[in-house]
């Protein structure tokens, strides 16, 4: 073999091995240079702008030349409870989001494998993939068509029977639990996929023994397939306890995003950072409040794969 | 075991008898999918229902699924308007362009990175995957993409940012793992070079690979409307779903997007105008998304968790 094997001394000084190294692998390099620019571009560029959260930023002088504030623009957040409030509101909703989005997923996976014919699976199991493919803009326009008090599908149905219609676009009230449904409704098809993938994964024989054994329908679920289903149940909640500060705002944005009235009872971090920067340009205030969240976010994945390489090193990220 | 009916011959576990529960359970699977099913694609039923049915009809009597009177008024209006075919242009490009640059750079830097005789690999992949972990955030991308970059109103606003991302790198190179290391091997003694090895063996070997992630990435530019709500407000011709999000959103948006000529503001057909373009803006994903799932499925088992 030509190449070096990493494994194996080299018998060069150090200097020499890594000109060697870099020699011998100068192709390898040059293919991974275009991605390693363009995340320099657009990844690593951004970052000394964070700066931008310790200034009050003035648009003639730049972020660099604004005069420093210090934690001013933290402190302007956290001190009018906005911060709290925003922060609350991510976490619940994420926390709800991880719970419901994976009981529902294992409940129509396990379900899944209990239909027989094969063409009427492949057809139920497209017909619920179809909300993953289509964009957020969308989901926002269905939902209104549905919620609507003056043409919605609801407020059809209500005034057919007789009842008063729901005029859910002027209070906030209901809405934590339409973004929660939506998003299962979004989210479900797709995320049953890897559990379905799991319980294809089972061995027929032991499910089989199981039968000849005499056990019956809910008893082959409670200790055959919710027991191999854990492994891949914990990994996915670990991950997502990971992520529970960053938001689905593509959601958020196109449910509520332009109705005060609605987002102010289910205001998230990305909402809040989206308003600051696109409608306010407020720079300062949102990289203040978008740094807090990539901070917080950063110290739980590295938590979160702490544990998981000790209960699970094959699923560690790194 | 006793031999049962004919449904057995369907069954994965066919030589045991089935208990009362079991059909209770699989009595629930079929109800609970089947609506759930439904649910999923009602809204579509509707929205497309609302975009054959008149104007009047739909603010005497609401959406519905079947028109009282059918009319394709509303979509000739669209078509007539004529600027939806620029947004459609504009998308099919930055698709195609955004997806064959990114899907080449995301599969050679996958094989490069799996590659165990590549002593770079790990550092290389960490610089990479830490993009993931920590990001500065919308306002200093934002102020670095308009005042260092100047990119507002600028389509590369678009084309860029959504190209190549570290799960779609991560995803390849599990893909590339798959293809045997001994046609590297061999490719090395014949004299070939690494680029030389990727493009003629790798690559052809890789298929599964590339259509999975070539799929992440034409859905991604498909369906882009974030990035061009913050870089490309005021340009004339929008991506398609930004357009969407703006006949949604701002009535002028609506005026705009039919030819005045051909209707009075007054009588626009607003609501039916607003499901007409959904229908023609998200048309060619319904129609292929059957066709392609099983890619979206794989990427899904793949790269679902393990990075």
Same mark, same amino acid.
């Given at each position: 073999?030509?190449?070096? @094997? ?53 648009? $003639? ?17 956290? +001190? ?13 909703? @994420? ?17 899944? +494998? ?6 009427? $699976? ?40 007789? *009842? #008063? ?21 979004? +989210? ?15 061995? *027929? ?16 679920? $409670? ?16 991950? *997502? ?46 990289? *203040? ?22 209960? #699970? ?6 | ?12 576990? !066919? ?5 009362? !529960? ?13 609506? &759930?099913?439904?649910?999923? /694609?009602?809204?579509?039923? /509707? ?56 899907? &080449? ?17 790990? %550092? ?14 919308? %306002? ?24 190549? !991302?570290?799960?779609? /790198? ?18 090395? /003694? ?7 090895? &990727? ?66 503001? !007054? ?41």
């Amino acid at each position: 073999m030509t190449a070096i @094997n990493p494994k194996k001394p080299v018998p060069y000084s150090v200097s020499g091995s890594l000109r060697k190294k870099l020699w011998n692998s100068k192709t390898l390099i040059l293919m991974c240079v275009p991605a390693i620019i363009y995340f320099i571009a657009f990844s690593y560029a951004p970052l000394p702008g964070i700066y931008v959260a310790f200034v009050n930023y003035n648009y $003639r002088k730049g972020i660099f030349g604004s005069p420093f504030v210090g934690l001013k623009n933290f402190d302007f957040v956290a +001190k009018s409870g906005k911060l709290w409030m925003l922060t609350k509101n991510t976490i619940l909703f @994420n926390l709800v989001f991880l719970l419901l989005d994976n009981a529902l997923a294992v409940i129509v996976a396990i379900l899944m +494998k209990e239909i027989q014919s094969k063409s009427f $699976r492949k057809v139920s199991q497209t017909m619920m993939f179809l909300p993953y493919f289509i964009s957020q803009v969308l989901v926002g326009l269905l939902v209104f068509s549905l919620l609507n008090s003056d043409t919605g599908f609801l407020n059809v149905i209500l005034k057919g029977l007789g *009842a #008063e219609p729901l005029r859910l676009y002027k209070t906030g009230e209901p809405w934590p639990f339409i973004i929660t449904l939506v998003h299962l409704w979004q +989210k479900t098809g797709y995320n049953s996929v890897v559990y379905f993938a799991a319980i294809m994964g089972i061995d *027929a024989a032991v499910i089989e023994a199981s039968m000849i054994d005499g056990a019956n329908g809910w008893q082959k679920i $409670r200790y055959i397939i919710l027991p191999s289903l854990r492994p891949t149940i914990v990994i996915l909640l670990l991950f *997502a306890l990971g992520g529970i500060v960053k938001g689905d705002f593509g959601l958020f944005w196109n449910l509520v995003g332009r109705n005060p009235t609605l987002y102010q009872k289910v205001d998230i971090i990305e909402m809040f950072v989206y308003r600051a920067t696109v409608s306010d340009f407020n720079f300062s205030t949102a990289s *203040a409040v978008g740094l807090y969240q990539s901070l917080i976010g950063f110290i739980l994945v590295l938590s979160v794969n702490t544990i998981v390489k000790k209960i #699970e090193p094959d699923y560690s990220l790194f | 075991m006793a031999k049962h009916r004919d449904d057995d011959m369907l069954d994965s576990v !066919s030589k045991v008898k089935l208990t009362a !529960s079991d059909y209770v359970i699989r009595g629930i699977g079929y109800v609970f999918i089947s609506l &759930f099913a439904i649910a999923c /694609i009602l809204p579509f039923l /509707i929205i497309l229902g609302t975009s054959f049915e008149t104007e009047d009809n739909i603010i005497t009597y609401g959406v519905t699924l079947l028109p009282r009177s059918f009319t394709t008024a509303a979509y000739e209006l669209v078509i007539k308007g004529g600027t939806i075919w620029s947004s459609y242009l504009l998308t099919i490009i930055l698709t195609l362009i955004g997806t064959g640059i990114g899907l &080449f750079i995301c599969a050679m830097t996958g094989y490069a990175l799996q590659r165990r005789d590549f002593p770079f690999r790990n %550092a290389i992949s960490f610089f990479i995957y830490f993009t993931s972990l920590f990001q500065a955030g919308l %306002a200093p991308y934002y102020l670095l993409m308009t005042q260092t970059y100047h990119l507002n109103n600028s389509y590369l606003a678009v084309l860029l940012p959504l190209m190549i !991302s570290s799960w779609l /790198i991560i995803l390849m190179k599990n893909f590339a793992k798959s293809v045997p290391h001994e046609l590297t091997e061999s490719g090395k /003694i014949d004299g070939a070079g690494d680029f030389k090895i &990727f493009m003629s063996i790798v690559l052809p070997m890789l298929k599964p690979g590339l259509a999975t992630v070539g799929l992440f990435l034409a859905l991604g530019y498909w369906n882009e409307w974030y990035q061009s709500s913050l870089f490309l407000q005021n340009m004339d011709v929008l991506p398609l779903q930004y357009r969407l999000y703006k006949i949604v959103n701002e009535a002028q948006s609506l005026k705009n997007s039919v030819a005045a000529q051909y209707v009075t503001v !007054s009588n626009l057909p607003t609501e039916s105008l607003k499901m007409a373009t959904a229908m023609m803006t998200t048309g060619p994903i319904i129609f292929l998304y059957p066709f392609v799932q099983r890619y979206f499925i794989g990427g899904i088992t793949v790269g679902a968790v393990k990075g």
